[in-house]
C-alpha cells in the first residue's frame, strides 16, 4: 500500500483519544476549495456539514481530497444516522462521522454500530471505494477501526442521559450543538445563561468520567478560548461561511469608517 493518501487512517482518532487539543471549522459552501483554504491555514481537521451546508453526499470525496493533500483530514456530519448515509460517508474517505440529533443511548448504540465492519458493527462491506483505496488495501476491512465516532449532544434530554452516552463503546466525542442545545433549554443564543454553562459542564465532566473527549462549536477565537479553558479538546472555529461575512465585513466596515465624508 502506498503511503502517499489523503486519508487520515486513524491519526485524528488516536489524537482525539490521547485527549490532545485539536481545532477547526465546519465547512458548508459546498466548494472544496474552501476546505483547502482551511487546511492551509491551520486548522487541525475540516467538518463538511451535510446537516446544513449546502452540498450533498457528492462533495465527501472531492473535500477529503482538497484538504488531504495537505495532511489534514475531513471529518463529515452526516444528514442522519441512517446506516446508507454514515457508510457512504466512510466509504468516499471521510475520517469521521458527526451524528446529529440523537437523544438517547439505545439511538446512539445503534448508529454507532454503523461506523464499524462486522463482526463489531453492521457497516456494509467494499474494496472499490476511496477507504479501501479502490482495493489495494483490503486489509482495511478487518483492521481495528479508525474513524472517529463524534455524537452531537443537542437536546435536554440527551443531557439527562450524558453518563449513558458517554460510556458507550466507539463514541470518540459528545459534541455540544450550542445553538440546538440553547434552544431546547430554553435560553436561545444566550451562551452566557447559568443554565447554559451548567450544561456544558455537564458535558466535560461526563466525558472525563468516561475517558473521552467533549467538543463544542464555538463563534470566534475568543470562544474557543474560553471552550478550551472550561476542558473542551475538540472545538470547531465557526464555519466557511460565517468566517468569510466576519471577514468582509471586518474590511468593508473599515473603509467605510476611514473614507466617509472624505
Known amino acids: 500500500m502506498s503511503s ?11 489524537r482525539i483519544n490521547a485527549h490532545e487539543f485539536s481545532m477547526g471549522i465546519f465547512v458548508g459552501l459546498n466548494a472544496p476549495m474552501s476546505a483547502e483554504i482551511a487546511a492551509l491555514n491551520g486548522v487541525d481537521w475540516v467538518l463538511l456539514d451535510l446537516e446544513h451546508g449546502g452540498g450533498g453526499e457528492d462533495q465527501v470525496g472531492p473535500t477529503v481530497v482538497a484538504a488531504g493533500a495537505y495532511g489534514v483530514p475531513t471529518l463529515v456530519r452526516v444528514e442522519s444516522a441512517a446506516r446508507i448515509r454514515i457508510g457512504r460517508a466512510l466509504d468516499a474517505g471521510a475520517a469521521g462521522i458527526m451524528i446529529p440529533r440523537l437523544e438517547s443511548p439505545s439511538e446512539i448504540q445503534e448508529s454507532i454500530k454503523h461506523l464499524s465492519y462486522p463482526p463489531l458493527g453492521d457497516r456494509g462491506v467494499a474494496t472499490y471505494n476511496r477507504s479501501a483505496q479502490w482495493g489495494k488495501n483490503a486489509a482495511a476491512l478487518t483492521a481495528p477501526r479508525t474513524c472517529v465516532g ?4 443537542e437536546s435536554a434530554k440527551a443531557l439527562g442521559s450524558i453518563d449513558e452516552i458517554a460510556a458507550i463503546d466507539g463514541v470518540d466525542v459528545l459534541f455540544i450543538g450550542p445553538l440546538d442545545l440553547s434552544f431546547d433549554l430554553g435560553v436561545p ?7 447554559f454553562i451548567e450544561a456544558t459542564e455537564k458535558v466535560v465532566n461526563a466525558a472525563k468520567k468516561a475517558g473521552k473527549v467533549a467538543g463544542i462549536l464555538a463563534l470566534d477565537a475568543a470562544g474557543a478560548i474560553d471552550y478550551r479553558n472550561r476542558g473542551f479538546n475538540f472545538v ?20 467605510r469608517t476611514q473614507t466617509t465624508n472624505k
Not at 502517499?4 to 488516536?14: C, M, T
Not at 443564543?189 to 443554565?195: A, E, G, M, W
Not at 468566517?243 to 473603509?255: I, K, W, Y
Open 4 to 14: 502517499r493518501s489523503p486519508l487520515d487512517q486513524g491519526v485524528l482518532r488516536a
Open 236 to 255: 470547531a472555529v465557526g464555519s466557511d461561511s460565517t468566517l468569510l461575512a466576519s471577514a468582509v465585513n471586518a474590511q468593508m466596515t473599515e473603509v
Open 189 to 195: 443564543r444566550d451562551f452566557k445563561n447559568p443554565k
Open 150 to 153: 463524534i455524537v452531537q449532544i
